[in-house]
Each structure stands twice: as structure tokens, then as C-alpha cells.
């Protein structure tokens, strides 16, 4: 018959780690606020940014944009000239407007909704990046732009207290 005994952890080794988690989260409690929220508005931006640039040569929407929509990204409800138009435009006036935290919520919510339509129809093997796209997005839609935004500024959006 075995026994099973108890060795209490090495004096002072729980304390000395619970002193160290405890200055390590009031650490991160310092940086601001405002850092957290311009990131979560800028690096989900700039991926619909990058994607937008992809799609058109100057004005005009490629013809393999079209072709995309056609036959790789083919949405079930939205024919693919529309949605091909719609998607270029929404990527590139979206990431711009929550880059300057103009109509940031708005913006973080329709990206939302496009990783949610590319999630689901386009390519939905991708959920960890898009979790992480939504993530961010998830910050502005829900706690606004934070006082570095034209929102802040214009009093279109402001801060909890």
C-alpha cells in the first residue's frame, strides 16, 4: 500500500511568488490606457489596409478582385460584383476612419462584421487569426477610441471615468 503524503512548498516560496505576481500586475496597471486602445485600432487596421491595397491598381477595383469574389470568396447572399465593390471600399474607408478614431466604434464594427462573414463563408479555418482581428476590434467597439482619437476630440465618444 503506497502513501500519499503532503510536502507543504518551501517556506516563503508561495508568499516571495505571490509578492512577485502582485508587482507584476501593478507594473502592467501602469501602462496607459490610451497605448492599449490606439494598438487595438491601428494593427487590426492596418491588416483590412494591406488587404484593401491588394484589390485595386489606382481608382479601379482589378479584374482579379472580381474573379476573387466570383469563385474563391463567393458569399451566399451578396452577388459578387456588389460584394466585391462593397469589401474593397469598406476595407479601405474602415481601417483609415479607425486608425484617426473618427466613427471608431462604427468602423470596429463593421470589420467586425466582415472577419465574422470571412470566418464563416471565406475561410473558416482561420479562426485564430481572425479571433485575434476580433479581439481587437472587440477593444474599441466596447470601450471606444480612447482620448487619442478624433472621437475624443470632436466629443462624438467619450472615455468611462
Avoid at 33 to 44: E, Y
Avoid at 89 to 112: K, N, Q, T, W
Amino acid at each position: 500500500m503506497t502513501h500519499s503524503v503532503d510536502t507543504p512548498a518551501p517556506h516563503g516560496v508561495v508568499p516571495r511568488s505571490r509578492k512577485l505576481m502582485r508587482r507584476g500586475n501593478a507594473l502592467a496597471g501602469h501602462i496607459p490606457h490610451d497605448l492599449v486602445q490606439i494598438a487595438a485600432r491601428v494593427f487590426p487596421a492596418v491588416v483590412f489596409w494591406q488587404s484593401a491595397r491588394t484589390k485595386v491598381e489606382g481608382f479601379s477595383i482589378k479584374d482579379s478582385t472580381y474573379f476573387l469574389f466570383e469563385h474563391v470568396y463567393a458569399l451566399p447572399l451578396i452577388p459578387p460584383a456588389p460584394a466585391t465593390v462593397l469589401a474593397t471600399v469598406a476595407e479601405h474607408v474602415l481601417p483609415v476612419l479607425l486608425v484617426l478614431g473618427l466613427f471608431a466604434r462604427l468602423s470596429a464594427l463593421g470589420l467586425l462584421i466582415m472577419t465574422a462573414v470571412i470566418q464563416v463563408f471565406v475561410f473558416p479555418g482561420a479562426w485564430v487569426t481572425h479571433g485575434l482581428w476580433a479581439a481587437a476590434l472587440l477593444v474599441t467597439f466596447a470601450q471606444g477610441p480612447g482620448r487619442l482619437s478624433l472621437d475624443y476630440w470632436l466629443r462624438l465618444d467619450t472615455p468611462k471615468a
